[in-house]
């Protein structure tokens, strides 16, 4: 897979990678550009790009849209995108009327190819991961469809990929591995609170609860974490005294991972609990469908 970094892949609000699938028509354009800049440099030149909204210069990478700027390469602003835009819009004004006075923003085709995808039946969740969005309802902002498409769109999916798999995965449990899933949800309580490793999966971290990212601790239990607390600060005190310091680099990680779930379990414990309101009975018919 070929890396290449724009414009628009700077780090984004989430800090998180994204995966962009092509067709094979901007494909192939990626690598006319790519081949251009390898015929004129034999390789893809790294240059800086300057942040409108920042201020600042970036360090220097292999950016794909570069311009020359006073003879020096730089990677091509969003400014000088938009007005390429622009007057791709003008010049299709004579043959296409219904571009007089469109006005389109770099991230626009952003919010166009989230739109394309999910009403050619990708699921909203995976538009979310692709897009780098961390909620789904960022992604529904992004997508021009309604509620009852991101349903249909999700059940299609699900129909799709049941009908991909195997037909015994999908028979009735017997009642012994109904009682084994049961029973798993039993050996998830420990001490501190609640394990949310997955059905089916040993504890990989050999009961280490403190540095297991899988612990949710109950609020109630916060006492307890401050008892835990003074004996790992005493331990590290010995070993410091002792000069282990093997067991001051472990006792240190371990102390970082008990104050993270501490204030974890402190925020749980201010916002106490969610008032979710009482049902109410539409007034339309209920729809039956299969999930």
Same mark, same amino acid.
């Given at each position: *897979?070929?890396?290449?970094?724009?414009?628009?892949?700077?780090?984004?609000?989430?800090?998180?990678?994204?995966?962009?699938?092509?067709?094979?028509?901007?494909?192939?354009?990626?690598?006319?550009?790519?081949?251009? @800049? +390898?015929?004129?440099?034999?390789?893809?030149?790294?240059?800086?790009?300057?942040?409108?909204?920042?201020?600042?210069?970036?360090?220097?990478?292999?950016?794909?849209?570069?311009?020359?700027?006073?003879?020096?390469?730089?990677? *091509?602003?969003?400014?000088?995108?938009?007005?390429?835009? +622009?007057?791709?819009?003008?010049?299709?004004?004579?043959?296409?009327?219904?571009?007089?006075?469109?006005?389109?923003?770099?991230?626009?085709?952003?919010?166009?190819?989230?739109?394309?995808?999910?009403?050619?039946?990708?699921?909203? @969740?995976?538009?979310?991961?692709?897009?780098? @969005?961390?909620?789904?309802?960022?992604?529904?902002?992004?997508?021009?469809?309604?509620?009852?498409?991101?349903?249909?769109?999700?059940?299609?999916?699900?129909?799709?990929?049941?009908?991909? =798999?195997?037909?015994?995965?999908?028979?009735?449990?017997?009642?012994?591995?109904?009682?084994?899933?049961?029973?798993?949800?039993?050996?998830? =309580?420990?001490?501190?609170?609640?394990?949310?490793?997955?059905?089916?999966?040993?504890?990989? @971290?050999?009961?280490?609860?403190?540095?297991?990212?899988?612990?949710?601790?109950?609020?109630?239990?916060?006492? +307890?974490?401050?008892?835990?607390?003074?004996?790992?600060?005493?331990?590290?005190? +010995?070993?410091?005294?002792?000069?282990?310091?093997?067991?001051?680099?472990?006792?240190?990680?371990?102390?970082?991972?008990?104050?993270?779930? =501490?204030?974890?379990? =402190?925020?749980?414990?201010?916002?106490?609990?969610?008032?979710?309101?009482?049902? *109410?009975?539409?007034?339309?018919?209920?729809?039956?469908?299969?999930?």
């Amino acid at each position: *897979m070929v890396h290449v970094h724009s414009y628009a892949d700077t780090p984004s609000k989430s800090d998180r990678q994204r995966v962009i699938p092509m067709f094979a028509e901007l494909f192939h354009v990626i690598a006319q550009i790519i081949r251009r @800049h +390898r015929k004129l440099h034999g390789t893809v030149p790294v240059c800086a790009r300057y942040d409108l909204h920042e201020k600042v210069w970036s360090d220097e990478l292999p950016y794909l849209f570069q311009t020359l700027h006073g003879g020096t390469q730089r990677c *091509m602003s969003s400014t000088t995108a938009w007005r390429m835009i +622009r007057r791709a819009c003008q010049e299709l004004e004579v043959t296409h009327p219904e571009f007089v006075g469109v006005k389109f923003a770099p991230h626009d085709f952003r919010r166009l190819f989230a739109t394309e995808l999910v009403n050619n039946g990708l699921p909203i @969740h995976i538009g979310a991961a692709l897009l780098g @969005h961390l909620d789904i309802r960022t992604t529904r902002g992004y997508v021009a469809v309604f509620d009852e498409d991101v349903i249909s769109h999700y059940q299609q999916f699900l129909a799709r990929r049941r009908a991909e =798999r195997p037909e015994e995965e999908y028979r009735r449990p017997s009642p012994e591995e109904w009682t084994d899933f049961e029973e798993h949800f039993d050996k998830r =309580r420990v001490e501190l609170g609640s394990c949310g490793r997955p059905y089916g999966t040993p504890c990989a @971290h050999e009961h280490a609860c403190i540095r297991c990212p899988m612990l949710s601790v109950n609020p109630k239990m916060i006492p +307890r974490l401050d008892e835990l607390e003074q004996d790992l600060l005493a331990r590290r005190d +010995r070993a410091t005294a002792e000069g282990w310091q093997g067991e001051i680099e472990g006792l240190d990680l371990t102390l970082t991972f008990l104050w993270s779930k =501490r204030e974890q379990a =402190r925020r749980f414990q201010r916002q106490g609990p969610v008032a979710l309101g009482l049902p *109410m009975i539409p007034h339309q018919e209920p729809q039956v469908t299969d999930v």
